[in-house]
């Protein structure tokens, strides 16, 4: 069997979405590989996520992963003391390149900082109000219904996975796990299809000294399975900006190993195909290595 590698993308910023979609694109395009892109959609609010602060890991993790040089102050410092630019209404062009260059696009939310961090007490109600918003952004730049949603930071629980079954999503991407599944949240199964990230992101393991850059495409090689597509998150402001040579790197790895990219939505439509055979899995919030706090993962 050949080693299979799908994309997902997440989009959290409005300079990511100006700066690294765009080089992403061309990354990717220049190997041939397909990728899922989430966009953030609404107001850019990176500003008011300092109240992670208070967060266990969290200071250890920024010191690990130079989020200022990253990042950038100004994108730091929107919906603080900067305005929140609407990043949907100031992007949507490049967000429309990335469709018409061949990519899958989807949801990864409206607000990246209320879904990240209010989505766990936010109400049915604001949480539909939340995803309702991306969803009509979504229309407005592309068109049409996203077919898919990625959570921003993994927040992910009954409530929301209500919303996602009410817009009859193809399938979705929520959580960290081994293979795809149905999730089952408070004892209720939900009908959108959940096909987890198996593999650690790059900040995940960026400046740990048992994961120096030199070894990190190597790293991410040898934890590629044959039993199963295996599903990388990557960042558009870390591998599309920060870590650009990097995640270069690992493509011409990948490339050099034979490894075969597939589309999400394609493994989606043939995991559908025979839908009785597909488990339903628990859905827990659960620590995971070299990231701070609980995110959704898939239980066992």
């Known amino acids: 069997m050949s080693l299979r590698l799908a994309l997902k993308v997440d989009v959290d910023t409005d300079r990511g979405t100006r700066e ?3 080089d992403m694109v061309a990354d990717l395009k220049e190997i041939g590989a397909p990728a899922c892109f989430l966009f953030s959609l609404g107001p850019d609010q990176t500003g008011r996520a300092i109240t992670r602060v208070l967060r266990p890991g969290f200071f250890k993790k920024v010191s690990r992963t130079s989020v200022v040089s990253i990042y950038g102050v100004r994108t730091l410092l929107n919906g603080t003391l900067l305005p929140a630019p609407h990043i949907g209404r100031r992007n949507a062009d490049t ?7 061949g990519f899958e696009v989807g949801i990864h939310c409206y607000n990246h900082y209320r879904w990240q961090d209010y989505v766990q007490t936010m109400a049915i109600e604001e949480i539909r109000a ?4 991306a969803r009509a952004e979504f229309v407005r730049i592309f068109g049409g219904e996203a077919p ?3 959570a921003a930071g993994w927040q992910s629980n ?3 996975r209500e919303v996602y079954d009410e817009a009859n999503l193809l399938y979705a991407s929520d959580t960290r796990g081994a293979s795809p599944f149905f999730p089952r949240v408070d004892g209720k199964v939900f009908k959108t299809l959940e096909i987890p990230s198996t593999l650690p992101t790059f900040d995940e393991l960026m400046g740990r000294p048992e994961y120096p850059d030199e070894k990190i495409a190597a790293h991410y090689l040898s934890l590629l399975r044959e039993d199963r597509v295996n599903v990388l998150t990557i960042h558009a402001e870390i591998e599309g900006m920060g870590r650009r040579g990097l995640f270069r790197e690992l493509l011409a790895a990948c490339r050099q190993r034979g490894v075969e990219f597939i589309r999400l939505d394609d493994y989606a439509k043939q995991l559908l195909a025979n839908r009785a055979a597909i488990p339903v899995g628990d859905q ?3 620590e995971i290595d070299g ?3 609980v995110v959704a993962v898939q239980a066992g």
């Open 284 to 286: 827990v919030m659960a």
């Open 95 to 101: 967000m429309r390149a990335v469709r018409d260059a």
């Open 148 to 150: 898919t949603a990625g």
């Open 20 to 22: 690294g979609v765009p």
């Open 130 to 133: 939340e995803f309702v918003a």
């Open 158 to 160: 009954a409530r929301s």
């Open 291 to 293: 990231r701070s706090g």
